[in-house]
């Protein structure tokens, strides 16, 4: 299969690391033609002159730009493709809307973790989209980490479970690392052991039998350390915040 990018920022650049190694062609078209060039110079692949001779010459296309930036590029090209998508908050209506109701359209929420070929990639397709089709997108998706298939009223929350959340942790990793420096430990040192910490229990709770609630009661002896630190967590409202965060990233992407 032959495909092509249009806009290649950090997420396309991500991804396009796990397809390459499918061996299906790639081709890239930029912001600009220098610009086009100059990053397929970097990921050692082809430029093609203009979107439109990109969209002419590949079999599958994909939207690496803004949400933001989908009408005015979509409305400049005549698209006879399957069509990609990976923007927050475009539904495939809309991009039926911006492009042809005639076509298979695929929707992916990807994450930055694609950059590793550990993304955990959301899909939704339009009845267009037949099974031939959709063993190619899952093959494509799945050389950048594992793949989700989505009915897409669920699409804006998977966004904010997976697409938004690697931000989240960071921040979680960050406060650790914060807390270790005021309890006199060094920055790089608190930030390795906060990180290292946070793989190993998201793998122990992968690979045990257990719930995030029962790994929980195992850490906690009574009286001890731990039940004081989570129940200061739970004080300043640990959960609240979060479920919070996820309503309010859910609701920026429903409305963008
Ligand atoms: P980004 O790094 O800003 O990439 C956007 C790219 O689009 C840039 O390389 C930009 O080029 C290019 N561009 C701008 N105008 C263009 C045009 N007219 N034609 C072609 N390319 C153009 O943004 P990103 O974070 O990769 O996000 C890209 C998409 O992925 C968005 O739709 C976003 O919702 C989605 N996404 C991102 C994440 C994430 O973690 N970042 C997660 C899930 C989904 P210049 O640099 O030359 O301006």
Request: hydrophobic content about 45%; charged content about 20%; some cysteine.
């Amino acid at each position: 299969m032959k495909i092509g990018f249009i806009g290649v920022g950090q997420m396309a650049s991500a991804i396009i690391t796990g397809i390459k190694q499918t061996g299906h062609e790639i081709i890239i078209s930029g912001s600009s033609l220098t610009r086009s060039q100059e990053i397929a110079k970097n990921l050692g692949l082809k430029a093609a002159l203009s979107h439109q001779e990109l969209v002419d010459k590949v079999d599958l296309v994909i939207l690496g730009i803004k949400p933001q930036l989908f009408e005015s590029v979509l409305s400049e090209l005549d698209i006879k493709k399957p069509i990609m998508s990976m923007a927050a908050g475009v539904t495939l209506n809309r991009l039926a809307e911006l492009t042809d109701s005639s076509l298979p359209l695929i929707r992916i929420m990807p994450n930055m973790n694609a950059r590793i070929l550990q993304s955990t990639t959301g899909i939704s397709y339009n009845h267009l989209v037949n099974e031939d089709l959709k063993a190619s997108i899952r093959e494509i998706v799945d050389s950048f980490g594992t793949s989700y298939e989505l009915a897409e009223k669920d699409f804006d929350t998977f966004t904010a479970l997976a697409g938004s959340s690697p931000a989240y942790i960071y921040l979680f990793i960050e406060a650790m690392a914060k807390a270790g420096v005021k309890n006199g430990l060094s920055k790089a040192q608190s930030l390795e052991i906060a990180t290292q910490t946070v793989i190993a229990s998201a793998k122990n709770l992968i690979e045990s039998e257990d719930s995030p609630h029962a790994l929980i009661d195992k850490i906690c002896s009574p009286g001890g350390t731990t039940i004081a630190g989570l129940m200061d967590l739970e004080k300043n409202g640990l959960t609240h915040s979060v479920v919070s965060a996820i309503d309010t990233t859910i609701g920026k992407a429903k409305n963008m």
